[in-house]
């Protein structure tokens, strides 16, 4: 999986400064077929719609899909890439709401650019503690060609002092 730009953050919106509203840095990332054989191996997934598109096609989707989890984790990358803390992340929930195609391999290469997913994510609420500590309530926003694949995609996280 290969970002097409490094998120960078702007003056002003680092976690710790975060505030209602901050915008978090986009991500876009293309995902690839190996992309999928590599998550297959790492989280024992080999469900042959992430692989064939002939068991894909006959299921009714569009060819083969990324897998869901691996679309979530994307969300969450958007996230952590902002806190630079994975530890930060209190909670994280979605709900999958179209599948992301990823295009076929040619020849044995996989040097088609792959999917384009794009992620985005906004600080909607904070919250202090008593102790002082701050947590913030971040919806996510994952795209392909347009359309939304994460619904209600939530993450509280812990804000750096």
Known sequence: MSPTAEPTVATGTSAADAVEGTELPPLSVRVSRTDL???AGASGDFN??????RVADSVGLPGVVAHG?????L??????DWLGDPG???????RFTRPVP??????????????????SGTV???????DGGRSARVEIAAKFDGKTVLGRAVAVVLLPS
């Open 37 to 39: 054989v590599r998550y």
């Open 48 to 53: 042959p719609i992430h692989w064939s598109d």
């Open 69 to 73: 989890m691996l679309t979530m984790a």
């Open 75 to 80: 969300g969450g990358r958007v996230v952590t």
């Open 88 to 94: 930060a992340v209190l909670s994280y929930q979605v």
């Open 102 to 119: 990823v295009p076929d391999v040619v020849d044995g290469v996989d040097d088609v650019p792959g999917a384009l997913v794009e992620l």
């Open 124 to 130: 909607k609420s904070i919250t202090v503690a008593d």
